[in-house]
């Protein structure tokens, strides 16, 4: 049974809006605002490739951008939807984090689903960090598709 203190059970609103903040901007500001969210230092590997710093992140949030918004319809409606957070302290400002992590997007029409369909699940891990203006910021994060939906053949 998971026992806090009353400033870890703080940090842990804290690290959770964090969390919420990172998957809003994903969703809705597709990336453009990511930097306020991530330590200078982060490492943040999505698709496969690491990017080290907040640079290497914002480029990638810019391309996907591109990319999502290169088709006719434009840029797709998309989701994440997150359950599942644990948060495990290492110290009062070091803390590593768990979560699952949904992805629903009208690019499965594509693929002959549903538009609610979800199109992955995945595990996340996250490492968050409190920063010397206090915020907690995303310091590391990876994730590992446990489903991905495939064209149906």
């Known amino acids: 049974m998971a026992r806090f203190t009353p400033e870890q059970v703080h940090s842990i609103v804290e690290i959770n809006q964090l969390i919420s903040d990172w998957a809003v901007e ?4 597709n990336g453009t605002g990511m930097a306020d969210l991530l330590t200078d230092d982060v490492n ?4 496969g490739i690491a990017r080290i710093g907040k640079a290497e992140v914002v480029k ?8 999502l918004g290169a088709t006719p319809a434009g840029v797709p409606v998309h989701r994440h939807a997150l359950c599942n957070l644990r948060v495990a302290f290492r110290s009062a400002g070091d803390a590593g984090i768990t979560f699952s992590l949904i992805y629903f997007t009208e690019m499965v029409k594509g693929l002959g689903a549903d538009c609610a369909d979800p ?11 409190r920063e010397g203006d206090g915020h907690w910021r995303i310091s590391r994060f990876d994730s590992v598709p446990t489903f991905v939906r495939q064209p149906k053949g």
């Open 26 to 29: 994903m969703d809705i500001a």
């Open 44 to 47: 943040y590997t999505v698709r």
């Open 60 to 67: 990638f949030y810019e391309g996907r951008l591109a990319e």
């Open 119 to 129: 199109f992955s699940y995945a595990d996340v891990v996250m490492d968050v960090r």
